[in-house]
């Protein structure tokens, strides 16, 4: 099983839809994170797990909700989306020890909200 | 506040010959530095990284990157490029302290031509 991976690879969703993407990391971390990569913008930092605990919400929309039920799963709940959500959305995680820890990706979810 | 700027959007290159893709970064103390790597379709992978000593670091696939702290700047560079290497390369910056935060440039699409 390779390090991070991420479920679906590819979502299409209604504007009134409920939908999860879910990443898994198999790299025994204990911090995980959400990224949103739109064209033509860096990446973005939505939300960051150290532990299980939410230690980091970038102004990120109501929309999103995030739930890290062990360090090893991490979700992202999306309802009531918009055209603009649609994005690829990374998956990352790493070792947190001393502050500044190698981040590992997961493939991504690409999301087009219709 | 940390940003990265990568000046370049797109570079085409001839398989075999000789790469540097640039990255300069803004931050007020000692920066931690990463390339990444994205085919399409897929997650970021790792290339190298800079936290300290050697400002000359080496990574996988034959890259290598060099950190200037005159420059601000954390230039990637490959001898002899191949068309495997065609993909888009992110530069990024993370700060100390379990900040967990990663700043990203917006990334420089390499296309290799045979």
């Known amino acids: 099983e390779t390090g991070v991976t991420q479920t679906p690879r590819h979502l299409v969703m209604g504007m009134t839809n409920k939908k999860s993407l879910k990443c898994e990391q198999h790299?025994?971390?204990?911090?995980m994170y959400w990224y949103k990569q739109s064209a033509k913008k860096p990446l973005e930092l939505m939300f960051v797990?150290?532990?299980?605990?939410?230690?980091e919400n970038n102004s990120v929309p109501s929309r999103f909700s995030p739930e890290c039920p062990n360090s090893s799963h991490l979700f992202l709940h999306l309802h009531t989306l918009q055209p603009e959500d649609s994005a690829l959305y990374l998956c990352?995680?790493?070792?947190?020890?001393?502050?500044?820890?190698?981040?590992?990706f997961g493939p991504g979810t690409r999301l087009l909200v219709l | 506040a940390q940003s990265v700027t990568q000046p370049d959007i797109h570079i085409t290159v001839s398989e075999g010959a000789s790469l540097e893709l640039r990255c300069n970064y803004s931050?007020?103390?000692?920066?931690?530095l990463f390339w990444y790597v994205q085919s399409p379709g897929q997650g970021l992978q790792l290339l190298l990284k800079?936290?300290?000593?050697?400002?000359l670091v080496q990574g996988i696939k034959g890259f290598e990157a060099e950190f200037k702290r005159s420059q601000s700047s954390f230039n990637l560079r490959k001898p002899s490029v191949h068309w495997s290497d065609a993909a888009e390369y992110f530069c990024?910056?993370?700060?100390?302290?379990?900040?967990?935060?990663?700043?990203f440039g917006t990334g420089t699409r390499l296309t290799v031509i045979p």
């Open positions: 990352a995680s790493s070792q947190e020890k001393t502050g500044q820890e190698t981040q590992y």
């Open positions: 790299l025994g971390h204990n911090a």
């Open positions: 797990y150290n532990f299980k605990e939410q230690t």
């Open positions: 931050y007020g103390a000692t920066p931690y």
């Open positions: 800079y936290f300290s000593g050697d400002t």
């Open positions: 990024a910056v993370g700060a100390w302290a379990g900040a967990n935060n990663l700043f």
